[in-house]
T-cell receptor
Framework: GQNIDQPTEMTATEGAIVQINCTYQTSGFNGLFWYQQHAGEAPTFLSYNVLDGLEEKGRFSSFLSRSKGYSYLLLKELQMKDSASYLCAVRDSNYQLIWGAGTKLIIKP | IAGITQAPTSQILAAGRRMTLRCTQDMRHNAMYWYRQDLGLGLRLIHYSNTAGTTGKGEVPDGYSVSRANTDDFPLTLASAVPSQTSVYFC???????????????FGPGTRLTVL
């Protein structure tokens, strides 16, 4: 079967750095996505990785290792507005997205 | 219209009733998707459409139907609602289908549906 695993909840301090991990087992791989979802709102796109390595976009970076079936999202200089759920999704061999349950990130002052 | 819209925002429905959730996008995207999101579970694909005139079944299609008469609209119908269909429903669209680059999916604001 297809499976995306990520921690249910994480807590971090404002101004700090946090790493959210995602491991996957899917039928085929055509890219990995990270989305941010604030409570009661729609998911919004953060990053896309299809090749191994680190993609940096401002305070957010995403890493991929295809051989390990592993990705992480790194958030630097955390702000209160970063409190949200972070969703990991893999595009499979049918070009459909398989979604993890999401990691709820709580930022404390 | 800017982007992707859904209606209604929320709805309480008696079991056994028929309900259509509406989704419209003005981005001229080819691909559209319907997901449901339940607490503790990832987004699950109900139905999708890679282009106007075609539809396909996702992971959890039972009890739902869709149509794609034109590029912009992708309604989701519950023929006879049951309590297990209580969920938040998201419509999404992408330039799509398939693999040129990220082909990011953009989401509508969602419909919160309660079936009693």
């Amino acid at each position: 079967g297809q499976n995306i695993d990520q921690p249910t909840e994480m807590t971090a301090t404002e101004g700090a750095i946090v790493q959210i991990n995602c491991t996957y087992q899917t039928s085929g791989f055509n890219g990995l996505f990270w989305y941010q979802q604030h409570a009661g709102e729609a998911p919004t796109f953060l990053s896309y990785n299809v090749l191994d390595g680190l993609e940096e976009k401002g305070r957010f970076s995403s890493f991929l290792s295809r051989s390990k079936g592993y990705s992480y999202l790194l958030l630097k200089e955390l702000q209160m507005k970063d409190s949200a759920s972070y969703l990991c999704a893999v595009r499979d061999s049918n070009y459909q997205l398989i979604w993890g349950a999401g990691t709820k990130l709580i930022i404390k002052p | 219209i800017a982007g992707i819209t859904q209606a209604p925002t929320s709805q309480i429905l008696a079991a056994g009733r028929r309900m259509t959730l509406r989704c419209t996008q003005d981005m001229r995207h080819n691909a559209m998707y319907w997901y449901r999101q339940d607490l503790g579970l990832g987004l699950r694909l109900i139905h999708y459409s890679n282009t106007a005139g075609t539809t396909g079944k996702g992971e959890v299609p039972d009890g739902y139907s869709v149509s794609r008469a034109n590029t912009d609209d992708f309604p989701l119908t519950l023929a006879s609602a049951v309590p297990s269909q209580t969920s938040v429903y998201f419509c999404a669209s992408a330039l799509g289908p398939g693999g040129s680059g990220a082909d990011t999916q953009y989401f509508g604001p969602g419909t919160r549906l309660t079936v009693l």
